[in-house]
């Protein structure tokens, strides 16, 4: 067995676990046997398996780590669902319910785009009611003011939803989104892709029959899509394995996933925690339990997903940036506003500045890039000299690709 070129053992690992690292190493794919196997891991056997990750990642991604300039907007808190896992949502009749106007967000979007951002993530509530049309009227108006705006937006709850509330089939509605101006799919409301799980944390919600639909009638039009998975609730690590299984044959089928992004549970609001909704609810994933995450997906997932995200906003930027040695090649966007995670308590999600995940994809020993949705490359940045200016308000600048200039194909 060869890691990074070199010839190494890994007798002081247990024979079944170094067997499985082995076959990860020689590119086979590994069984959901194998991977529920390698959740067990402990000890030396977990950095083990980190360092195969982050051999794989190398292999797989380079040594380049990206990130997006992206804004947050969550026009709505307002949600017919009463998921028990979300500290966002609030009921039409509450005080503290919201429904941003059609100009405000739209205003946003426009000051995203001159601080530099390329990508604005549109997701939110379910407010009663919703005229059948108002995903498509969001979608016209933002992209009458700004172009060349990516619109990464509507989860697959809200596209059917959506579709619904016009009385379209979904593929249908997506057809209509397309064309007027969406982008991408957020790949969201996965949480674990499993029906009694999901009964027990939300019932109600999306099936993962409709998920499924939602995501495979977007890629079958050429709409490409985020994957996700929320951990650290009720579910087992079996249930992981199980879920990148299902992920990965989906994307054998469509190839049309841009990337994994695990998102460990932030449990301090979450009402299923802190009103007792669920009985078994844990408070969230273990440090050991996030980085065996990240391993596992670039194990399992990353053959045919080359990107792996680690979430500053879930985990904060020290453990996202340790990620990056176990299987990650991505960190995510600035965001400039998040709504649904710090709802939940989480410790971060409002902003990080690009220098500021520039500084630590540098720590960790890789180069920064910063990317588009797509994952094309819009620069690199070798070099610290490299680096683009901030204004003196604090605000980005400088950060679009000349017209001129075409993105480098990742």
């Avoid at 247990?14 to 991977?35: C, N």
């Avoid at 030396?44 to 398996?49: D, F, M, Q, Y």
Wanted: with cysteine; net charge neutral.
């Amino acid at each position: 067995m060869e890691l990074n070129g070199s010839p190494i053992t890994l007798d002081w690992i247990d024979k079944d676990v170094r067997r499985i690292l082995g076959r990860a190493l020689e590119g086979s794919e590994l069984t959901v046997d194998e991977g529920i196997r390698l959740t067990e891991v402990q000890g030396r056997e977990l950095h083990a398996l980190s360092l195969v990750a982050d051999e794989m990642r190398r292999r797989q991604a380079g040594d380049v780590v990206t990130y997006v300039v992206n804004r947050n907007i969550n026009f709505t808190n307002v949600c017919i669902k009463h998921c028990t896992f979300c500290a966002f949502s609030r009921d039409h009749r509450e005080e503290e319910g919201y429904f941003l106007p059609l100009d405000e967000v739209v205003r946003r979007a426009v000051e995203a785009w001159d601080m530099g951002a390329t990508e604005v993530c549109i997701q939110a509530g379910l407010p009663p009611k919703l005229d059948g049309s108002y995903y498509v009227d969001l979608c016209r108006a933002i992209k009458a003011a700004v172009p060349e705006m990516h619109l990464h937006a509507f989860s697959p709850e809200e596209v059917l939803y959506g579709s619904t509330r016009a009385d379209l089939s979904i593929p249908e509605f997506l057809k209509t989104l397309r064309a007027a101006g969406l982008g991408t799919l957020p790949g969201t409301s996965a949480e674990i892709l499993d029906q009694e799980v999901r009964d027990r944390i939300a019932r109600g919600r999306i099936t993962v029959d409709q998920w499924i639909e939602v995501i495979t009638s977007a890629h079958a039009l050429g709409i490409r899509t985020t994957s996700t998975i929320m951990y650290g609730h009720v579910e087992t690590p079996a249930h992981w394995i199980r879920h990148m299984d299902l992920l990965r044959g989906i994307q054998r089928q469509t190839g049309g996933f841009t990337e994994f992004v695990p998102l460990s549970l932030i449990h301090h609001e979450a009402p299923m925690y802190r009103r007792g909704l669920v009985p078994g609810v844990r408070e969230g994933a273990t440090g050991v339990e996030v980085i065996k995450m990240h391993a596992l997906a670039r194990l399992i997932l990353g053959p045919s997903f080359r990107n792996i995200q680690s979430s500053w906003v879930k985990e904060g930027p020290k453990m996202a940036q340790y990620l990056l040695t176990a299987g990650a090649n991505d960190v995510g966007g600035t965001l400039i506003n998040e709504s649904i995670s710090t709802s939940a308590g989480a410790g971060f999600g409002q902003l990080v500045p690009p220098a500021e995940l520039r500084r630590l994809i540098r720590e960790a020993g890789r180069v920064p890039a910063r990317r588009d949705t797509l994952y094309n490359l819009l620069k690199v940045y070798a070099a610290v000299g490299d680096d683009e200016a901030l204004s003196t308000s604090g605000q980005f600048r400088f950060l679009h690709p000349s017209k001129t200039e075409a993105p480098t194909r990742s």
